[in-house]
């Protein structure tokens, strides 16, 4: 026969147990909430006036190469925006931020931004011997196109 004390011991044990489990989707539910908030505020940056007009400027500059453009233009518009891309790079390598919102935000511009900085950063690479120059930058534009490949691949 059970008695009243067992009884009361597993209805503590369940209260706790249902405790930890409510926690737990709680804790879930939190980091999620902070990952979009960071990804929200960056993309907020992204949209700034400041951020727009030096990625303009940069796009629609012409130049023979890096020493060429900093001659002419200087070099803040392009420390702004590799700066930019090399953030959500790194906070995409520490998994603050989640490779599906990147994608959903990011994609197209950071292809467009690497492609039209990749022969400068790859030269100013060399040339000062600095390999880590917007090294996350680079990280975060291959793993969008992991990423792209990989759903190209689950739709075929």
Same mark, same amino acid.
């Not at 804790?27 to 907020?44: C, E, H």
């Not at 006036?49 to 940069?58: G, P, R």
């Given at each position: 026969m059970v008695d009243i004390t067992e009884i009361s011991a597993m209805v503590a044990? $369940?209260?706790? #147990?249902?405790?930890?489990? %409510? $926690?737990? /989707?709680? /804790?879930?539910? /939190?980091?999620? $909430?902070?990952? $979009?908030? #960071?990804?929200?505020?960056?993309?907020?940056?992204?949209?700034?006036?400041?951020?727009?007009?030096? %990625?303009?400027?940069?796009r629609q500059r012409k130049t023979k190469d890096i020493h060429d453009y900093e001659e002419k233009y200087g070099r803040a518009e392009f420390i702004v925006i590799g700066t930019f891309f090399e953030g959500i790079g790194i906070l995409l390598r520490r998994h603050l931020i989640d490779i599906a919102l990147v994608d959903d935000l990011f994609t197209s511009p950071t292809k467009l931004a690497w492609s039209e900085m990749k022969d400068s950063i790859i030269e100013v690479r060399k040339e000062y011997g600095m390999p880590t120059i917007f090294e996350w930058f680079e990280y975060l534009y291959n793993e969008l196109k992991k990423r792209e490949q990989k759903l190209q691949q689950s739709k075929a």
């Open positions: 044990a $369940t209260g706790v #147990l249902v405790g930890v489990v %409510f $926690t737990v /989707l709680q /804790l879930r539910d /939190l980091v999620k $909430t902070r990952q $979009t908030d #960071l990804i929200m505020r960056v993309y907020s940056h992204y949209g700034s006036e400041e951020f727009q007009i030096a %990625f303009d400027k940069f």
